[in-house]
């Protein structure tokens, strides 16, 4: 088929124009078969009367997308602890390989523990010690480290921001990782920001591109059994604007500070209380969403076009990786990315056949590896992530969609190319019409696939396709 499609691509250039590519990739999953190579469609000149089902409008654009990834965890690293080098490096080229990867950029890691972590810890448990005199990165170069190292060896440039779960323990209200407050004194505080900022120059003498700190994951929580500790937005405003930002700015920190990570639609608790102060405004460069927090991305943009959108966390599911959770990964993606984030993390991109975390929850991962037999499962999560992140380059920028079929986005990459990625939720097969420049194609979409699309700019060629 596609060796027929190239024979007739003069003629296929004569038919649809110069700005025409003159057929289209196609790469669809199913949850029986995922990331299959479809061949080429074809593009003819258009003859849809009345409105298509997608016509794409590259005329009209949004947001830079800056890129993609997931949240480095102890776990992961353990888990890929069990495969021998070669087997281990081949997980990370999955993920990380600019050529044939997931091609991820951006990545999150955790200021001392997470919820994946493999137990509490800091990164200074010494009480008192509001002078970090004691500040350690060593239990990082343990897992963490070589974790981020595994993925810089195919991505050098890798951008990592950080959050913390808890701050050291003896900086809260009750002195534990978990139901406690942060203590909002001078001294607490102050200290509480030489800590991230000793946090960003130990990483980043590392040689890692640690690049933001968000300031609190999840500050509205603290009734959980993993590392948490509560804020208040007018806390956070606080800590942001007489603590945090002067600290960075006197001491010359090459990190930006980040509102977030916000996982409710609380506008007036968190987001609205904390960017209303001018002071904060001016010191923060973007806000991070995860969860329920995804209603406030509109409302965000529209009162600060300015500030940069994340979305932080992937929702973990339930340790089963089905294919629902495949095409609800694309559901989030579509509506962050309609909601104008700049960047998508997933949440634990590796974690052992069990799924549980060190206190027994079982989540979703990209990536399954099993302690007994070795073996490395690719799960639905991961074709869904890759259905963006392989095609959509970083700089590139949503483009408008419309149409009669809405489950779809649509973006322009830096050299021209057009990505359409788009999802068929429904039982049955479903015949679509796609519009670009008028020109079009018309796949049938397998029943549950998720189905990306890309139009080569016509100063291309039509290259290998991984």
Not at 372 to 384: E, H, L, M, R, S
Request: glycine share 8%; aromatic share 12%.
């Amino acid at each position: 088929m596609i060796a027929s499609l190239l024979a007739a691509m003069p003629l296929l250039l004569a038919s649809t124009g110069h700005d025409a590519p003159a057929a289209v990739i196609w790469r669809c999953s199913t949850a029986d078969s995922s990331w299959v190579d479809k061949g080429l469609v074809p593009m003819v000149a258009s003859d849809v009367a009345g409105e298509p089902q997608i016509k794409i409008d590259p005329s009209i654009t949004y947001q830079e997308i800056k890129g993609w990834g997931g949240c480095f965890n102890e776990l992961g690293w353990d888990a890929l602890s069990v495969l021998d080098d070669s087997h281990r490096k081949a997980v990370m080229a999955s993920l990380f390989d600019p050529k044939e990867g997931c091609k991820f950029n951006i990545c999150r890691m955790p200021i001392g523990s997470s919820d994946f972590a493999m137990g509490y810890y800091s990164l200074d448990d010494n009480a008192g010690d509001y002078a970090m005199t004691h500040f350690s990165i060593d239990r990082d170069k343990q897992r963490l480290i070589p974790y981020i190292k595994a993925a810089m060896s195919f991505q050098p440039k890798l951008r990592v921001w950080g959050s913390p779960w808890s701050p050291p323990s003896w900086m809260t209200t009750n002195g534990n990782y978990t139901h406690g407050s942060m203590t909002q004194t001078p001294q607490n505080l102050s200290a509480y920001a030489l800590y991230l900022q000793k946090a960003v120059e130990a990483y980043q003498a590392e040689g890692i591109h640690f690049f933001a700190v968000h300031v609190q994951n999840e500050a509205n929580y603290n009734d959980n059994v993993y590392p948490q500790c509560h804020w208040t937005g007018a806390e956070l405003r606080d800590f942001i604007k007489d603590y945090l930002a002067p600290q960075f700015k006197t001491n010359k920190v090459k990190a930006e500070i980040w509102a977030g990570t916000y996982p409710i639609a609380d506008w007036d608790g968190y987001p609205g209380t904390v960017l209303a102060d001018p002071h904060v405004l001016t010191s923060v460069h973007g806000v991070g969403y995860q969860w329920s927090g995804r209603e406030l991305l509109q409302r965000t943009h529209d009162l600060y076009p300015q500030l940069e959108l994340m979305e932080t966390e992937m929702e973990c599911g339930d340790g089963t990786n089905k294919w629902d959770y495949g095409e609800y990964t694309y559901d989030l993606m579509r509506e962050y990315l309609d909601g104008w984030v700049g960047s998508f993390m997933q949440w634990n991109m590796i974690l052992d056949e069990t799924g549980k975390s060190h206190w027994g929850w079982a989540q979703n991962s990209m990536i399954s590896i099993n302690r007994q037999t070795k073996t490395v499962t690719y799960n639905p999560q991961f074709y869904a992530a890759k259905h963006f992140s392989y095609y959509v380059a970083p700089h590139a920028n949503r483009i408008a969609t419309t149409g009669t079929l809405t489950d779809q986005i649509a973006f322009r990459n830096p050299n021209g190319d057009v990505v359409l990625v788009v999802k068929n939720g429904s039982a049955a097969e479903e015949d679509v019409t796609v519009q670009l420049n008028g020109q079009s194609i018309s796949p049938s979409l397998p029943a549950h696939s998720i189905n990306t699309f890309v139009f080569r700019s016509s100063k291309h060629r039509l290259p290998p396709h991984g």
